[in-house]
């Protein structure tokens, strides 16, 4: 019986196919083409960049008298001051692009790498506006973020205040509104905001304070148009 080769796994006899590594200056470039579509002008500032390092290394090897050596030192100098400048310019793209979404601040919070909890469920939500109420845990106390219009989500913020009180009275809250304007917080500065919190609990209280936070659980999200098809009754008055 002839074998069918057609089922081989790998055209190599057997041996698994090698996984292609993501190289850094792939990474670097997909970085670029992401910042491009929203930001057409990052070409000229990174080219601008690039050239004003290399030319103040140049000015510096005329007054010195040595051009070429400064020129050559110059060159990774350059290279680095365009990569940070990519790095700043992806970053508010990137935050450009997810503003206003619901969920932004959420993902902008889970940028923080340590020492802070944010679960990706909402601690409170209003299901008729969709405004949102994140939590956070960390050594500065809890942390609640608001999303939606001002006045609704101050509503539902201090609702949720007032009842961490009740349950933690021990423990700081504070407060936090998305959105441009006064008394609120730029998306991008989000993370930053949080981070700056002054610490005042140990390590231990934040991990009771994360069981404690866990097992109250968190508000049921609502199914769109009202509807769970999973739990859908036919209308028997209908059927007749």
């Excluded at 999303?147 to 609702?159: F, H, N, Q, Y």
Aim: hydrophobic share 40%; proline share 8%; charged share 25%.
């Amino acid at each position: 019986m002839a074998r069918d080769r057609s089922s081989s796994p790998t055209p190599s006899g057997g041996k698994p196919a090698k996984v292609r590594k993501t190289r850094w200056y792939h990474q670097v470039w997909q970085a670029y083409q992401m910042t491009r579509r929203a930001d057409p002008a990052v070409t000229w500032w990174l080219l601008a960049s690039f050239v004003g390092v290399l030319a103040l290394a140049l000015v510096i090897g005329l007054i010195t008298g040595q051009v070429v050596y400064l020129l050559v030192l110059g060159l990774p100098f350059a290279a680095l001051a365009a990569m940070f400048l990519l790095a700043r310019r992806a970053e508010t793209a990137a935050y450009r692009q997810i503003e206003g979404q619901p969920g932004a601040s959420l993902s902008a919070l889970r940028t923080i790498r340590r020492g802070w909890d944010f679960p990706e469920e909402p601690a409170a939500i209003d299901p008729r506006t969709q405004d949102l109420v994140f939590r956070g845990v960390g050594r500065a106390g809890i942390v609640l973020v608001g999303e939606g219009t001002s006045g609704r989500v101050d509503r539902l913020l201090e609702s949720e205040r007032k009842k961490l009180n009740r349950i933690l009275p021990n423990v700081p809250v504070t407060l936090m509104q998305v959105g441009d304007g006064p008394d609120k917080v730029a998306l991008r500065k989000l993370p930053r905001s949080v981070q700056r919190l002054r610490n005042t609990l140990t390590k231990q209280e934040v991990a009771e304070v994360s069981k404690r936070l866990r097992a109250l659980g968190g508000p049921r999200l609502p199914v769109p148009k009202g509807i769970d098809p999973t739990r859908a009754r036919p209308d028997r008055k209908g059927m007749r």
